[in-house]
């Protein structure tokens, strides 16, 4: 990969992700997968929020004959045009993540059965988050956010890497709350 890309790329693959993700999402076999699909979604949102931001501030910052023609009416009127609906889109995400949540949220309190019987529980009760999932996996899930904020120079820690960072780790903590949870009711 070209050093200075890394953003080009990343757009790339989660643009590939996210059309995996709508091609499969009308065809969930593990009811009880939804819960992490709209959290993973919801944790998506957050980070194309504070994308959006970079963006507009980028975008902001660019310099008239460092980063386009200088003497180009359209290069300039293209950049206030990108600034002015980058904020606005940023807005929007806002709104749309705080719908996602509400959405997540009633997601959690369903109890999900994952099996072919509608009106039977299982053999372990009805499935519900995160008994529904795997817990090892939640555990290392968070072990790796940790590991990833850990590893983040102090120079890349400003005041949008907390905000995500807080927002992962919320989602994080949600989950190994529910693994305690689930793992105090089956004791």
Known sequence: M????????AAGRLSRAARDL????????????????VGNVLDSLRSLEVTLGQLM??????EAGRHFEEDHDESTIGIMTAVTELDLAVQQ??????TVSRAYGGNAVVRWFDSDQDDEDTADGPSEHPGSFN???II?????????LDDTAPTEMDAM???????????ALRDLLKVVEHGDRNS
């Open 2 to 9: 070209s050093e200075g890309r890394e953003a080009y790329h």
């Open 22 to 37: 709508m091609q499969s999402a009308d065809e969930i076999d593990r009811p009880s997968d939804s819960y992490s699909i």
């Open 57 to 62: 501030e980028w975008h902001r910052a660019a």
């Open 93 to 98: 995400a806002d709104g749309l993540q705080e």
């Open 135 to 137: 817990r090892e996996d």
């Open 140 to 148: 290392q899930d968070a072990q790796a956010l940790l590991d990833r």
């Open 161 to 171: 890497f907390y905000q995500s960072g807080y927002d992962a780790l919320e989602l």
